[in-house]
């Protein structure tokens, strides 16, 4: 990690802190030896908002410093992709979303991936579109309100299902414009 730049370090940081969130929020399940179950998860949610961050930091960085690299067009998208099934499978299991919603947004990674390691072959790198990115952002916001809801505020429920519609349709849409956008890459 001595060669890499601080957006790239950022990334990886990100990819790291899917551990610390994974084992707080399902072993919160446990009950971690009594311990009111809010409070890792509550932890959880801080560790999730933390990496969130990491994403939004590292490309402001290495856009305004120019420090864009092939491995951060490679390794953000991936690592914000690992983030988000992560917490995706976690809620699964946590009966906070339904099972065919992350299969829909996890089939959409994996096709994309692909896309991108038959591009990466031919000698292109395929960065996130925008449309990529407001996905990612309506994701990552979808789990922090499923993540916050604990039966609480009604409200909050019904929000974090409008969010989570908005985030399948963004998913749907992300697909299709990498798709048409990239359609040559499959050409070769």
Known sequence: MRNMNLPNKLTIFRVILIVPFVVLLLGGNAGWF?????????????????????????????????????????????????????????????????????????AREFIISGFRLVASDNGVVIAASYWGKFKTTFQMVMVCLMLVNVGFWPWLDVLAQVVMWIALALTVISLADYLVKNRDVMKG
Do not use: Q
């Open 34 to 106: 009594g311990v009111n179950i809010l409070l890792p998860h509550g932890i959880a949610l801080a560790v999730f908002i933390l990496a969130s961050l990491t994403d939004l930091a590292d490309g402001k960085i290495a856009r305004k410093y120019g420090l864009v690299t092939n491995f951060g067009k490679f390794m953000d998208p991936l690592a914000d992709k690992l983030l988000v099934c992560s917490a995706l499978i976690c809620l699964v299991e946590l009966k906070r979303i339904p099972a065919w919603v992350v299969i829909i947004i996890i």
